[in-house]
C-alpha cells in the first residue's frame, strides 16, 4: 500500500503565504514524479505545478507562474508548494498527486491524497 498524507492547508488572506506539503509512505520501490491539483467547486480539478523526481525538471499552471514553488525531497518521498501572494481564486481543495513504482509491482500508478482546503478571503 502506498498513502499520500498532505498537510498546510488553511485560511489565509490575500497577499499571504501558505506551505503545502506531502509525504508519500508505504511500499514503495520508486516516485517517478509528485505534483499539486486543485479542484474549486464546480470546476474540474486542474494541475497547479508538478516535479520529476530524478533531475527536479518544473511544470506549473499559467495562473501560478510567479507566485508558488514547488520542491522535492526525495531523501523524505515529501514534495512541497510554496504559495505566495496568494488571490482569492486560488481557493480550492488541493490536491496531492504521485506516480509511483510500488514494491512487487510491474507498473508506475497514480495516488492521490485525500486533500486538503485552502482559503484565501479577508
Known amino acids: 500500500q502506498v498513502q499520500l498524507v498532505e498537510s498546510g492547508g488553511g485560511l489565509v488572506q490575500p497577499g499571504g503565504s501558505l506551505r503545502l506539503s506531502c509525504a508519500a509512505s508505504?511500499?514503495?520501490?520508486?516516485?517517478?514524479?509528485m505534483g499539486w491539483y486543485r479542484q474549486s467547486p464546480g470546476k474540474q480539478r486542474e494541475l497547479v505545478a508538478n516535479?520529476?523526481?530524478?533531475?527536479?525538471?518544473?511544470n506549473y499552471a499559467d495562473s501560478v507562474k510567479g507566485r508558488f514553488t514547488i520542491s522535492i525531497d526525495n531523501a523524505k518521498n515529501t514534495v512541497y508548494l510554496q504559495m505566495n501572494s496568494l488571490k482569492p481564486e486560488d481557493t480550492a481543495v488541493y490536491y496531492c498527486?504521485?506516480?509511483?513504482?510500488?514494491?512487487?509491482?510491474?507498473?508506475?500508478?497514480?495516488?492521490w491524497g485525500q486533500g486538503t482546503q485552502v482559503t484565501v478571503s479577508s
Open positions: 508505504g511500499s514503495i520501490l520508486s516516485i517517478h514524479n
Open positions: 516535479i520529476i523526481s530524478s533531475g527536479g525538471s518544473t
Open positions: 498527486n504521485a506516480l509511483i513504482l510500488r514494491v512487487g509491482a510491474g507498473l508506475i500508478n497514480t495516488y
